[in-house]
């Protein structure tokens, strides 16, 4: 799979937009389909449409009540962020990187002793 990239001042490269996808499917070293698109409006393999942003049924995520304790929702930073406590929430947001930097040195450490 090949990204689009700017083409240089002295390429002949063909101009693509930075979403555009292309290349080809490759079997034994025999090309068995090329494709194009771009990741926000379309892909085809060959001359088959494969995806369509406008024909394609949106999936939402549905969210389950009630949620976990673990919840990212209920973390101290962003809540204090939601009540506009920006000070509470850089304070929160301290103390869980302070845990888990620890978390990580005890990891590491577990580690080391496993492999002596």
């Known amino acids: 799979m090949k990204f689009a990239e700017e083409p240089g001042y002295f390429s002949s490269a063909k101009a693509r937009k930075a979403d555009e996808v292309f290349g080809e499917i490759v079997k034994d070293g025999r090309p068995l389909c090329a494709f194009e698109g771009s990741w926000l409006k379309s892909l085809r393999f060959g001359s088959q449409l494969y995806w369509e942003l406008e024909t394609t049924e949106v999936i939402r995520v549905a969210l389950t009540e009630p949620c976990l304790p673990s919840d990212c929702r209920f973390r101290e930073d962003s809540l204090a962020v939601a009540a506009g ?28 002793r496993r492999k002596q």
Request: aromatic share 0%; net charge neutral.
């Open 85 to 112: 406590d920006m000070k509470l929430a850089a304070e929160e947001k301290h103390r869980l990187e302070v845990l888990q930097r620890a978390d990580r040195a005890l990891r590491e450490q577990a580690e080391k």
